[in-house]
C-alpha cells in the first residue's frame, strides 16, 4: 500500500478549512494547495492511502474523507513519533523548515522512503541538521550547489481562483496583501513612489487585505489619494476583485517566501505586476507576468496597456493549459517519482 504523508505545520491551531466534514465541501472551499494537491494526488491514483499530520496540545478526532474506496486522513499527534506507528510512507512532505520537523528526520532517518523539504523564508534549507532526500524550491535563485535541489511548482485552488467571463474593469490594479506583513510587501514602499510618480496616480488601485487603516495613514502621509482600502475579503471575493481589474500586483522582498498571491492572480486570468524581489518559478514568469522595478514600474505599464489584450489573452491562455491544476500537480509528482 503507497502512503503518503504532508507534515503541514508545526503550530497547534485549527485552520478555519477543519470545519469541513465533507469531500465536496473541502474541495470547493479549502484554498491551502498542499492539501489539496494531497488530494489530488489521491484521486489520481499515485498513493493508496495519504496522512496529513499536525501538532495538538489536546486530543482532536481525525478527520476522513472516503475518495473512491481510498482514505483521506487528516491527524493530530502530540509528539511526532507517534507517526512511527502509522504506515511507512513512500513520500513524506514536509512543509514550513520547522526546528522540530529537521528533529524527527535526523532521529528517523529511513522512517520513509523519500523525504522531502520545503522550507520558507530564512528556512530556505534546514537550520537545525534535518536529514532530506531533497529540497523543494519555488525560486530558481534559490537553488544551491552541492544540494539536492528541485523546483516546486505550487498553484491555487481552480475552484476558487479562476477567470470570471465578462466581468466588468473597474480597477486599473488589485494589490492584495496584509498590512500585518508590511516588513515584506512593500507597501510603504509603493506609496512612497506613488507620490513621487505623477502618472502612477492616474491609476485607479484597490487594496485588499487587514488593517487598511495603516494603509490610510501612510496615503495621508505621502499625500496620495488614488488607492482605495477595503479591508480583509474571502478569497472568492478576491477572485472576483482580480477578475475586475487589468493587472495584479505583488511586490514581496526576499525576506517573503513565495507568496501564494502570485499564483492566485495568475490563476484567475488577471496579468500580474510583479517585483524582481518576489520569489517566483521562472515557469510562471513566462506568461502572464510584467517583471517590473521602481524604475520601470510606470514604462513596463504603459507597454502592458499599450498590448493588453494580448497580455490578457496570454494569461487566459495559460491558465486553461501552461497552469492548470493537473498540468502543475503532475509536474511534481514526476519529478518525485524520478529521484
Given at each position: 500500500?503507497?502512503?503518503?504523508f504532508?507534515?503541514?505545520?508545526?503550530?497547534?491551531?485549527?485552520?478555519?478549512?477543519?470545519?469541513?466534514?465533507?469531500?465536496?465541501?473541502?474541495?470547493?472551499?479549502?484554498?491551502?494547495?498542499?492539501?489539496?494537491?494531497?488530494?489530488?494526488?489521491?484521486?489520481?491514483?499515485?498513493?493508496?492511502?495519504?496522512?496529513?499530520?499536525?501538532?495538538?496540545?489536546?486530543?482532536?478526532?481525525?478527520?476522513?474523507?472516503?475518495?473512491?474506496?481510498?482514505l483521506?486522513?487528516?491527524?493530530?499527534?502530540?509528539?511526532?513519533?507517534?507517526?512511527?506507528?502509522l504506515?511507512?510512507?513512500?513520500?513524506?512532505?514536509?512543509?514550513?523548515?520547522?526546528?522540530?520537523?529537521?528533529?524527527?528526520?535526523?532521529?528517523?532517518?529511513?522512517?520513509?522512503?523519500?523525504?522531502?523539504?520545503?522550507?520558507?523564508?530564512?528556512?530556505?534549507?534546514?537550520?537545525?541538521?534535518g536529514?532530506?532526500?531533497?529540497?523543494?524550491?519555488?525560486?530558481?535563485?534559490?537553488?544551491?550547489?552541492?544540494?539536492?535541489?528541485?523546483?516546486?511548482?505550487?498553484?491555487?485552488?481552480?475552484?476558487?481562483?479562476?477567470p470570471?467571463?465578462?466581468?466588468?474593469?473597474?480597477?486599473?490594479?488589485?494589490?492584495?496583501?496584509?498590512?500585518?506583513?508590511?516588513?515584506?510587501?512593500?507597501?510603504?514602499?509603493?506609496?512612497?513612489?506613488?507620490?513621487?510618480?505623477?502618472?502612477l496616480?492616474?491609476?485607479?488601485?484597490?487594496?485588499c487585505?487587514?488593517?487598511?487603516?495603516?494603509?490610510?495613514?501612510?496615503?495621508?502621509?505621502?499625500?496620495?489619494?488614488?488607492?482605495?482600502?477595503?479591508?480583509?475579503?474571502?478569497?472568492?471575493?478576491?477572485?472576483?476583485?482580480?477578475?475586475?481589474?487589468?493587472?495584479?500586483?505583488?511586490?514581496?522582498?526576499?525576506?517573503?517566501?513565495?507568496?501564494?498571491?502570485?499564483?492566485?492572480?495568475?490563476?484567475?486570468?488577471?496579468?500580474?505586476?510583479?517585483?524582481?524581489?518576489?520569489r517566483?518559478l521562472?515557469?510562471?514568469?513566462?506568461?502572464?507576468?510584467?517583471?517590473?522595478?521602481?524604475?520601470?514600474?510606470?514604462?513596463?505599464?504603459?507597454?502592458?496597456?499599450?498590448?493588453?489584450?494580448?497580455?490578457?489573452?496570454?494569461?487566459?491562455?495559460?491558465?486553461?493549459?501552461?497552469?492548470?491544476?493537473?498540468?502543475?500537480?503532475?509536474?511534481?509528482?514526476?519529478?518525485?517519482?524520478?529521484?
Open positions: 500500500m503507497k502512503t503518503f504532508l507534515f503541514r505545520s508545526d503550530l497547534f491551531s485549527l485552520e478555519y478549512y477543519h470545519q469541513y466534514k465533507q469531500l465536496d465541501e473541502f474541495k470547493r472551499k479549502c484554498h491551502d494547495y498542499y492539501l489539496l494537491f494531497s488530494l489530488w494526488l489521491l484521486e489520481r491514483d499515485y498513493f493508496d492511502q495519504v496522512y496529513i499530520i499536525r501538532l495538538t496540545k489536546k486530543p482532536i478526532p481525525d478527520i476522513v474523507f472516503n475518495v473512491n474506496g481510498k483521506f486522513i487528516q491527524t493530530w499527534v502530540k509528539n511526532l513519533n507517534e507517526v512511527l506507528k504506515p511507512k510512507p513512500k513520500i513524506s512532505f514536509f512543509r514550513g523548515g520547522f526546528r522540530i520537523y529537521d528533529e524527527f528526520v535526523s532521529r528517523n532517518p529511513k522512517f520513509s522512503d523519500l523525504t522531502l523539504y520545503l522550507g520558507a523564508g530564512r528556512r530556505i534549507l534546514p537550520q537545525w541538521g536529514k532530506y532526500d531533497a529540497f523543494l524550491m519555488e525560486d530558481e535563485r534559490d537553488f544551491v550547489k552541492n544540494k539536492k535541489c528541485i523546483p516546486f511548482y505550487k498553484t491555487a485552488s481552480p475552484e476558487i481562483f479562476h470570471i467571463k465578462n466581468s466588468e474593469v473597474k480597477w486599473d490594479i488589485c494589490w492584495p496583501c496584509n498590512f500585518t506583513q508590511i516588513k515584506f510587501k512593500g507597501q510603504r514602499e509603493f506609496i512612497k513612489m506613488i507620490s513621487q510618480r505623477p502618472k496616480r492616474e491609476f485607479s488601485i484597490i487594496h487585505g487587514n488593517k487598511p487603516e495603516q494603509g490610510k495613514k501612510l496615503c495621508k502621509q505621502y499625500k496620495v489619494d488614488n488607492i482605495e482600502f477595503i479591508g480583509h475579503v474571502t478569497r472568492p471575493e478576491l477572485n472576483k476583485i482580480l477578475n475586475q481589474s487589468k493587472f495584479g500586483l505583488n511586490l514581496s522582498n526576499l525576506q517573503d517566501g513565495c507568496p501564494r498571491v502570485s499564483t492566485e492572480i495568475l490563476m484567475s486570468g488577471t496579468p500580474l505586476l510583479l517585483s524582481e524581489t518576489v517566483l521562472d515557469y510562471f514568469r513566462s506568461t502572464g507576468v510584467i517583471n517590473i522595478t521602481p524604475l520601470s514600474i510606470v514604462s513596463r505599464l504603459a507597454k502592458a496597456l499599450y498590448r493588453y489584450n494580448d497580455v490578457k489573452n496570454d494569461i487566459l491562455n495559460a491558465v486553461k493549459n501552461e497552469f492548470s491544476f493537473d498540468i502543475v500537480n503532475k509536474k511534481n509528482i514526476d519529478l518525485w517519482n524520478n529521484l
